[in-house]
């Protein structure tokens, strides 16, 4: 009767459960058909089927451990469904032969009904029913029990305490199989939160589109393809320099500022960092989400002119705690088809985009002046009419054989002219940055008044 799983929430369960309840069936059975013989007329043929019966339930319990221990697990669940099977059919035919005792065949009768519903549900309830059925005609046509309704105490007794043990035992059995579930609960939601965790972790160092693929078993989808991309180089002029006048806790927390603001930058124009190089930094537009190459040339460029203004506000805040090295960052930025995917060995992989647009965006940013965007003519021709950029002609750079057609970018065509939103002055001893954009209403009298402050002190100040 027993056709339970030998996993629960995908977690090994006791096997010898489904041995304890069957046995505990048989026992009952066999106990209730000894107390139905008529022990005076031992050698009839009738009293022979009952002992026969009830040794051939005694000897069922070892021979069909034996079956469920040397089954696979490729056909275990055959396995159980036919031991299922077999355990009604042998109660029903155990019912015939013990004259259809009220009390034994209704108590059977519900353990068989309690069984296939906990265990199986409708179909399984079917399947019992059925061998039940089948085993009471077996019985039927081998016994032919008397029908008459046999209310014998000791027959009762006897059913009566093996299947009230069985049901206490199903109880227990139940009982502890919950405690197991809340368990094994409690420590699927500790390992899902440290899978979580582990996620939100990876997703640091992994590209948007490969860690989505990790993360979701579809690592095999991602394949090698050529991709029409907008490729950003930048770096920080004479890095090298500034890392041996600056001490080492200093650098590292400047390094780590820049990068962190450099980073919101880029997930606010929607790009993909491909990795940090040192100080340099590379992005690629148009690989995890595109609206189309315009719009991924455009994006990329709006990025790299927020960059260099957050550098320009970022310079006066390290000004402030004492950093008085001025940081000036070059960019480069390049559009075409590029190779994108996952190169390495078996050992070690990664996943960048490479090819000669790649390492022509490269040069660039190398051939870029300090705080300068310098763009190719593929990304020009994209985003031109929303851009303003000055043309710098020809220029020769390393791994080409032709001088390479290149243009700086100005700023947005929006921010020029009379409805310019962004003002940026220096001089000795001046600086001013001036967003408007980011100017909250109530913020504009003190901004006035910080500026008619300085208006009139540098007004009455005398400089020799």
């Given at each position: 009767m027993q056709n339970q799983p030998e996993e629960s929430s995908g977690r090994q369960t006791d096997s010898r459960y489904p041995l304890y309840f069957r046995a505990l069936i048989c026992f009952a059975a066999s106990g209730t058909l000894l107390n139905s013989i008529q022990w005076s007329a031992l050698f009839t043929q009738d009293t022979l089927l009952q002992l026969g019966m009830a040794i051939l339930l005694l000897a069922y319990i070892p021979i069909a451990y034996q079956i469920s221990r040397r089954g696979d697990s490729?056909?275990?669940?055959?396995?159980?469904?036919?031991?299922?099977?077999?355990?009604?059919?042998?109660?029903?035919?155990?019912?015939?032969?013990?004259?259809?005792?009220?009390?034994?065949?209704?108590?059977?009768?519900?353990?068989?009904?309690?069984?296939?519903?906990?265990?199986?549900?409708?179909?399984?309830?079917?399947?019992?029913?059925?061998?039940?059925?089948?085993?009471?005609?077996?019985?039927?046509?081998?016994?032919?029990?008397?029908?008459?309704?046999?209310?014998?105490?000791?027959?009762?007794?006897?059913?009566?305490?093996?299947?009230?043990?069985?049901?206490?035992?199903?109880?227990?059995?139940?009982?502890?199989?919950?405690?197991?579930?809340?368990?094994?609960?409690?420590?699927?939601?500790?390992?899902?939160?440290?899978?979580?965790?582990?996620?939100?972790?990876?997703?640091?160092?992994?590209?948007?589109?490969?860690?989505?693929?990790?993360?979701?078993?579809?690592?095999?989808?991602?394949?090698?393809?050529?991709?029409?991309?907008?490729?950003?180089f930048s770096d920080i002029k004479d890095f090298s320099q500034l890392t041996e006048e600056m001490e080492a806790e200093t650098l590292t927390r400047l390094l780590n500022n820049y990068l962190t603001e450099m980073s919101r930058i880029v997930a606010h124009y929607g790009g993909?960092?491909?990795?940090?190089?040192?100080?340099?930094?590379?992005?690629?537009?148009?690989?995890?989400?595109?609206?189309?190459?315009?719009?991924?040339?455009?994006?990329?460029?709006?990025?790299?002119?927020?960059?260099?203004?957050?550098?320009?506000?970022?310079?006066?805040?390290?000004?402030?705690?004492?950093?008085?090295?001025?940081?000036?960052i070059r960019m480069g930025i390049n559009t075409g088809y590029c190779t994108v995917g996952v190169f390495g060995t078996a050992d070690h992989q990664t996943y960048t985009v490479m090819g000669t647009h790649v390492n022509l965006a490269a040069r660039l940013e190398s051939a870029a002046e300090p705080g300068e965007v310098l763009i190719s003519h593929e990304t020009w021709a994209m985003i031109k009419q929303t851009v303003m950029c000055r043309d710098k002609g020809h220029v020769s750079v390393k791994g080409f054989s032709t001088p390479v057609k290149v243009y700086s970018v100005t700023d947005l065509r929006k921010n020029l002219g009379g409805q310019q939103s962004y003002l940026e002055e220096h001089a000795p001893g001046f600086a001013m940055h001036l967003d408007l954009d980011k100017i909250r209403n109530y913020d504009k009298d003190k901004v006035l008044q910080a500026l008619r402050k300085a208006e009139a002190r540098l007004k009455s100040k005398v400089i020799i």
């Open positions: 490729d056909n275990a669940g055959q396995i159980r469904r036919w031991l299922s099977f077999t355990d009604a059919l042998l109660i029903g035919m155990s019912m015939a032969m013990a004259n259809f005792s009220i009390l034994p065949s209704l108590l059977f009768l519900t353990m068989v009904q309690f069984n296939a519903l906990t265990q199986g549900g409708g179909r399984c309830w079917f399947e019992h029913n059925t061998a039940m059925l089948l085993g009471v005609g077996i019985g039927y046509l081998l016994h032919r029990p008397a029908l008459v309704v046999n209310a014998d105490l000791n027959i009762s007794a006897a059913s009566l305490i093996g299947v009230f043990t069985y049901f206490c035992a199903y109880a227990v059995y139940t009982h502890n199989q919950l405690a197991k579930l809340k368990s094994d609960n409690a420590q699927l939601q500790q390992e899902q939160r440290i899978a979580n965790l582990a996620s939100y972790k990876l997703s640091r160092y992994l590209p948007k589109r490969l860690w989505r693929a990790v993360t979701t078993g579809r690592e095999k989808e991602i394949v090698t393809e050529r991709k029409l991309l907008t490729v950003f993909t960092i491909d990795k940090f190089i040192g100080d340099a930094v590379m992005v690629v537009f148009g690989d995890d989400v595109s609206k189309g190459p315009k719009s991924d040339a455009l994006r990329c460029v709006a990025m790299a002119l927020a960059m260099r203004k957050r550098v320009r506000e970022m310079m006066q805040e390290w000004y402030d705690q004492g950093i008085s090295h001025p940081l000036q």
